[in-house]
């Protein structure tokens, strides 16, 4: 709206209506129930955010970071992911430069959709969207990592 008065002025008023959040958007980690955080990307400079956002936290001693599917693999087939299942945080990059996997392929393979996150530069990717939305993913932005919200 626009009201203005002679020799006295003019107000603009703009109304925004509040987007809504999309549903694979995840606006905070929960980490609720958790004592390991396993993170995969082939970024380095990816896996030294994590290390930075837990620095100062009961979980620096509790990240586990791979670097490729296979390792991942590795561990989610391992006695001590088995045992403790429900305990773990997946953190998992979508691309993964050189394989043919992605970090989603391993998530769907290994139905760890409730223990994980995709964080992605690729969240505005169709295809990807619904399958994140078929198996109930949440998902954070790559670019937001160093800002989102993480609950103890």
């Known amino acids: 709206t626009i009201a203005s008065k002679i020799d006295e002025g003019t107000i603009v008023s703009l109304k925004i209506p509040k987007a809504e959040t999309p549903a694979w958007f995840t606006p905070a980690i929960s980490l609720e129930n958790k004592r390991t955080i396993v993170i995969l990307d082939d970024d380095n400079s990816i896996h030294d955010i994590w290390n930075q956002r837990f620095l100062n936290t009961l979980y620096k001693n509790e990240l586990i970071h791979f670097k490729t599917s296979e390792q991942l693999e590795n561990y989610l087939t391992s006695q001590s992911f088995l045992i403790a299942r429900s305990n773990h945080l997946f953190l998992t990059d979508f ?7 992605s970090g989603l392929d391993v998530i769907e393979k290994y139905n760890i959709a409730d223990l994980s996150i995709l964080v992605t530069s690729r969240h505005e990717d169709n295809d ?13 932005p790559k670019s937001i990592a160093p800002f989102i919200s993480i609950k103890f």
């Open 128 to 140: 990807i969207l619904k399958r994140c939305l078929l198996i109930n993913l949440k998902i954070i």
């Open 95 to 101: 691309e993964l430069l050189g394989e043919r996997k």
